[in-house]
């Protein structure tokens, strides 16, 4: 048996402009991420020349509309964009996730005026969004936050810390959340901050055991001041505005553990049909080969998940349960499927002379970000059977 190169996925997609995109993805993935990806992420560099090289390309702006310098591409589209970014690097696929999530507030909540102002330079202009919503004592109990916005003239001053911020540090610009009214979810109103506000500042970026050329830092607010003119919504409409996003950014993190297993996958099919033992290759034995047919299952049921949910969004449908669950199912199969690959390599698996101890790594993290998997499991029961009773 000859060692098998790892075949491109088999995408159903709707039009010809949609294959004609994923071609070039594929294209700038091989020629201008996948290749450095190994080295920048052991020296934690973050790869800004390719976010630019994306947005020159049209590709930070997918789902939005074109009016705006969007791709205008529905959301079935664009999260296959995603997983061939994040197989073929994390830290560009997951970016792309957070820069979508975090132009969504002017997109979906924000008046014509901040939309012809800030859209166009947010999704093809260069820039780089960040999402400021998780603090030190406020997580998965997000209504909680603390980070205060207060009203002075016709100005905010924000005051406080975000933390767990991707792009912290490196962003444009700041998608916040700050309480301007009473304890609780109803007191929370979303902000648009650009990086160079004086008296915003950030941490030195957290030491973590994957992803590290994407930077994830603190982000200090020390009265901050915005014009009111930057408020997205209504006051008090941010709690809201934040979950709307993180519903289509869970679809986001879904698609990205799709790309990373299914990179895990294809290392261990290439090393499997080409390491010999006993004679011949490993993938001849019946073991073996029942684990790659379950990984290859595992990942092809996830791809059908985040898809479906997709579709429901882009039908106008409710979609949060659909959501919660492919960010669920998607993220705990990178995990899985990781595993399995440092297992089929053995002690090569270990080695970061392979990228399957790098995949492990980085999958760990999709089962915590934009609500870790217990909290989605918490959100898929409250579809199931209603609010917990106290």
């Known amino acids: 048996m ?3 190169a790892p075949q491109p996925v088999e995408r159903q997609l709707p039009t010809d402009e949609a294959r004609d995109l994923i071609s070039l993805v594929r294209d700038i993935a091989q020629r201008e991420i996948a290749p450095k990806a190994a080295e920048e992420e052991d020296a934690g560099r973050f790869p800004r020349e390719v976010f630019t090289l994306l947005s020159e390309s049209g590709l930070l702006g997918l789902p939005y509309d074109s009016e705006y310098g969007g791709g205008e591409q529905p959301y079935e589209v664009y999260l ?40 166009p330079a947010m999704l093809g202009g260069g820039l780089l ?14 209504a909680s936050l603390r980070t205060k916005a207060v009203r002075d003239g016709d100005d905010w001053v924000i005051t406080g810390t975000k933390a767990w911020i991707t792009h912290g540090g490196i962003a444009d610009f ?9 304890d609780g979810p109803r007191g929370i109103t979303a902000f648009l901050v650009p990086a160079d506000a004086e008296g915003l500042s950030a941490a030195a970026p957290e030491k973590k055991m994957g992803m590290k050329g994407s930077p994830t830092a603190q982000v200090n607010f020390d009265g901050v001041r915005v014009p009111d003119s930057r408020r997205i919504g209504e006051e008090g409409q941010g709690f809201a505005i934040a979950l709307s996003a993180l519903d289509s950014g869970r679809l986001g993190i879904a698609a990205c553990a799709i790309g990373v297993a299914q990179a895990a996958l294809d290392a261990a099919v290439e090393y499997a049909t080409g390491r010999q033992q006993f004679g011949r290759p490993i993938a001849d034995f019946q073991g073996l080969r029942f684990m790659l047919a379950d990984m290859a299952t595992q990942i092809e049921a996830g791809r059908a998940l985040y898809l479906s949910a997709a579709r429901l969004r882009d039908a106008g449908r409710p979609f949060a349960k659909q ?13 899985k499927v990781t595993v399995d690959a440092v297992q089929v390599l053995g ?15 980085e999958a760990k993290v999709l089962q915590i970000v934009e609500g870790t998997n217990q909290i989605q499991r918490m ?12």
């Open 129 to 142: 969004g960040a999402y400021c919503l998780s603090e030190p004592s406020s997580g998965s109990d997000a």
């Open 379 to 390: 959100v898929i029961a409250r579809h199931l059977a209603g609010p917990e009773t106290r």
């Open 347 to 361: 002690g090569y698996g270990y080695t970061a002379d392979f990228p399957a101890e790098r995949y492990l790594r």
């Open 2 to 4: 000859l060692e098998r």
């Open 323 to 335: 959501a919660a669950m492919a960010k669920l199912h998607c993220t705990d199969t990178a995990m």
């Open 80 to 119: 296959q964009v995603l997983e061939e970014l994040g197989a073929a690097r994390l830290t560009v696929g997951l970016g792309v996730s957070v820069h979508t999530l975090a132009s969504y507030a002017v997109a979906a909540y924000g008046t014509k005026q901040q939309q012809v102002e800030h859209l």
């Open 174 to 182: 700041y998608t916040v959340m700050a309480r301007t009214g009473a």
